[in-house]
């Protein structure tokens, strides 16, 4: 559903409506990214890619939680040259912003990917610089104010779009690192990628996952998303993109409340099925309407007034 009630601008990227894809999910094809689109996403973001192809953890990789999943997939990607050819395929199918998320083991890894992604076609890139499980990238970079400064800094310098960075929530202070990617040179902030979690089974006596830890995603980590949110819109002036357990509406609105200018929707595509896209814009729109707002944007942060 298209309203102007719902469009909203992120860091100069425009979106029909406040709900994206959150990368890791169905986000490896052209096709996939096309189906979500037609469930209602107001953008799709891919699958995190590096510079080299690389297979992943052995299985299993997924498991499940009370209220969410645990997965410890292992970046499994075909690298960036393979997959510029779904970049360009992706753009001529979607009618929606296409944003690669990358990861690196280094800032020229990631400036170098950045650079192939943007000349392939992406309308933005997300800096994987959380992810909870594997080493020497993900949350190792972001858990690191001084190492993720270098790392956003030079994307910056070169990237001629739009640069998210998507932060961890297993850090002391989540605002220290969001005040850091902002100084770097962030246009924008995702809060957050998965919380570290493990699951061990009584029967066999072991680890469930194939890596033993892995990432909670899912209903089971909305609360700590919503007060990493809301924490970081207290510091940092550039847009925040809500990301943990959205599944309904009324998840979107209270991320809206919070700070976040729009939400990513990953797990509840598991549950929900493609289209809970579209059933999380239509309530929001309906609620917007209800209340007597004229766009989203005028209730993004509305929950710190005093
Ligand atoms: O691929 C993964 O195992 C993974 C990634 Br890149 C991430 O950022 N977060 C996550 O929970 N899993």
């Given at each position: 559903m298209v309203t102007s009630r719902l469009?909203?601008?992120?860091?100069?990227?425009?979106?029909?409506?406040?709900?994206?894809?959150a990368s890791g999910i169905l986000g490896y094809s052209a096709e996939t990214l096309g189906s979500i689109a037609a469930g209602g996403a107001g953008a799709d973001i891919t699958k995190s890619i590096g510079l080299k192809p690389r297979v992943g953890y052995a299985n299993p990789t997924v498991v499940q939680a009370n209220c969410g999943l645990i997965n410890a997939m292992g970046l499994p990607n075909p690298g960036i040259d393979e997959f510029v050819e779904e970049i360009h395929e992706a753009k001529r199918l979607l009618s929606?912003?296409?944003i690669v998320s990358v990861y690196g083991f280094s800032a020229e890894?990631?400036?170098?990917?950045?650079?192939?992604?943007?000349?392939?076609?992406?309308?933005?890139?997300?800096?994987?610089?959380?992810?909870?499980?594997?080493?020497?990238?993900?949350s190792e970079i972001g858990q690191n104010p001084k190492v993720l400064s270098e790392v956003v800094r030079k994307v910056r310098c070169?990237?001629?779009?739009p640069v998210f960075v998507k932060l961890s929530p297993n850090v002391t202070s989540i605002c220290e690192v969001a005040e850091a990617a902002v100084?770097?040179?962030?246009?924008?902030?995702?809060?957050?990628?998965?919380?570290?979690?493990?699951?061990i089974d009584a029967e066999t006596m072991m680890p469930v996952l194939g890596n033993k830890v892995g990432g909670l995603s899912g209903p089971a980590i909305k609360p700590i998303a919503l007060r990493c949110i809301y924490e970081i819109y207290e510091r940092v002036k550039v847009p925040i993109i809500g990301c943990?357990?959205?599944?309904s509406w009324q998840d979107a609105v209270e991320y809206f409340?919070?700070?976040?200018?729009?939400?990513?929707?990953?797990?509840?595509?598991?549950?929900?099925?493609?289209?809970?896209?579209?059933?999380?814009?239509?309530?929001?729109?309906?609620?917007?309407?209800?209340k007597g707002f004229a766009s989203v944007r005028e209730i993004v942060g509305l929950s710190h007034r005093r």
């Open positions: 469009s909203v601008s992120i860091a100069g990227l425009q979106l029909e409506n406040p709900t994206m894809l929606v912003p296409l890894e990631y400036e170098k990917i950045v650079k192939k992604a943007v000349e392939a076609g992406a309308d933005a890139v997300e800096l994987n610089v959380s992810c909870p499980h594997v080493k020497e990238t993900g070169t990237a001629k779009k100084e770097a040179g962030a246009d924008a902030l995702t809060a957050i990628n998965t919380v570290k979690a493990m699951a943990g357990g959205v599944t409340l919070a700070g976040a200018s729009a939400v990513q929707v990953g797990t509840a595509i598991a549950t929900e099925g493609p289209t809970v896209f579209r059933t999380i814009t239509r309530g929001t729109d309906v609620y917007l309407k209800t």
